[in-house]
């Protein structure tokens, strides 16, 4: 009896712990939280004003994540960007690059930099 009660309490305890990575996994917010440090310049969800500096929405995941390792590894010419990508770990950087590639290209909104009237 004793060995069978221990194996379930081991089994329910590594379900405990397998459902909490997994939760953190697809913790939605997560890669959100990450991309909402971008909003201030590339505008709300990565949908810039007149294009400066460049939207990010709806562009392709590859190609934002090489961009951002090319920022981080200064093979790519920037005046803010270098400083930057170097804060975030490739997986972040991936992370972020996912979030705004599933965002939809949509009407700009300010970025809160751009805002006016305060
Ligand atoms: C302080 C303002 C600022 C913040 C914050 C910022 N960026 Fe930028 N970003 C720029 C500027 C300015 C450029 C143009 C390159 C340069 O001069 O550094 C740029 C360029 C880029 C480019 C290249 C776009 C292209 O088509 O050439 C990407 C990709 C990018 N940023 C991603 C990000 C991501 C992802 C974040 C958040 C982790 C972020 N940026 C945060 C200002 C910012």
Do not use: W
């Not at 939280?33 to 310049?41: E, G, I, R």
């Not at 004003?49 to 790519?76: C, H, I, N, W, Y």
């Not at 400083?83 to 909104?109: N, R, T, W």
């Amino acid at each position: 009896m004793k060995p069978t009660l221990i194996g379930a309490c081991c089994a329910i305890a590594l379900l405990a712990t397998g459902a909490a990575a997994l939760a953190q996994a697809q913790d939605p917010n997560a890669a959100r939280s990450l991309a909402a440090t971008c909003f201030t310049c590339h505008g709300s969800d990565g949908r810039s004003v007149g294009g400066v500096p460049p939207s990010l929405a709806g562009r392709d995941k590859a190609e934002l994540l090489q961009t951002m390792k090319d920022f981080k590894d200064g093979k790519r010419p920037a005046t803010i960007m270098h400083q930057h990508a170097k804060g975030y770990s490739d997986q972040q950087l991936e992370q972020i690059a996912g979030y705004f590639a599933a965002v939809k290209p949509g009407p700009a909104a300010p970025a809160p930099a751009a805002r006016s009237g305060n």
